[in-house]
């Protein structure tokens, strides 16, 4: 099973709040991805891991967005601090293992920042 | 030349009706084209996927069709069903981890 929990499903905040985002990989994986989705923008791709060292993080907005991934079953972004501008859905997704191109996303973490 | 075009936008088609999504790119280095099929509340998933060597892929009543000198390709969806109403994306990869996504096309079948 590959799936991916994330945590919270939703969260509202207030403007310059900490936010932190949770995923966990249902069984471990070597690669994962933060994926930011607006209507505006679509899909937007924020930092890509792989055996837990961030390898493109182009993505990242600005320096207030940050991600870890201290293993290989759980992975945070967190936003310091956050403004209105930041209300998305975001996704965080783990490539199959068996490298056929296939991503697996969780179902999100909607953001609304006030 | 790492956009891909996606159309249309909306699209509402008949219980029973052919669905038809397009999406364009520019760069020939892309070797990897999945779409993925996303409905409110969460994460796209993968609903068929194709690489250029071939001109064509059914899966049930899905198919993709690649054209490979006009670099387009298209989903299709047969016989299309209320429950297939969700929002799809097209995508490209030069078959490394980055994928360049398509707008994605909100599709309603009315029953």
Redesign the interface.
């Known amino acids: 099973d590959a799936g991916v929990i994330q945590s919270p499903r939703h969260e509202v905040t207030e403007m310059g709040q900490e936010v932190t985002l949770r995923c966990k990989p249902i069984s471990g994986h070597n690669s994962l991805f933060w994926y930011r989705q607006t209507m505006m923008r679509g899909l937007e791709l924020l930092i890509y891991f792989n055996n837990n060292v961030p390898i493109d993080d182009s993505g990242m907005p600005e320096d207030r967005f940050s991600a870890k991934m201290p293993n290989a079953s759980f992975s945070t972004l967190k936003i310091q601090p956050s403004e209105p501008r930041d209300s998305a859905v975001y996704f965080c997704a783990i490539l199959h293992t068996g490298y056929t191109g296939e991503l697996f996303f969780g179902e999100g973490s909607r953001l609304t920042v006030l | 030349q790492q956009q891909v075009k996606q159309s249309p936008q909306s699209l509402i088609v008949q219980k029973g009706g052919i669905s038809i999504i397009n999406c364009a790119y520019e760069n020939t280095a892309f070797d990897?084209f999945?779409w993925?099929q996303q409905f409110p509340?969460?994460?796209?998933?993968?609903l068929i996927?194709i690489r250029p060597d071939v001109s064509e892929k059914k899966e049930g009543r899905f198919t993709i069709s690649f054209n490979k000198s006009a670099k387009q390709f298209s989903l299709h969806i047969m016989d299309s069903q209320p429950g297939d109403s969700a929002t799809y994306?097209c995508a490209a990869?030069k078959?490394n981890?980055?994928?360049i996504?398509?707008?994605?096309t909100k599709l309603i079948i009315k029953p």
Request: aromatic letters at 24%; charged letters at 5%.
């Open positions: 990897y999945p993925y509340g969460k994460g796209p998933a993968l996927a994306f990869s078959g981890y980055q994928l996504w398509g707008a994605g």
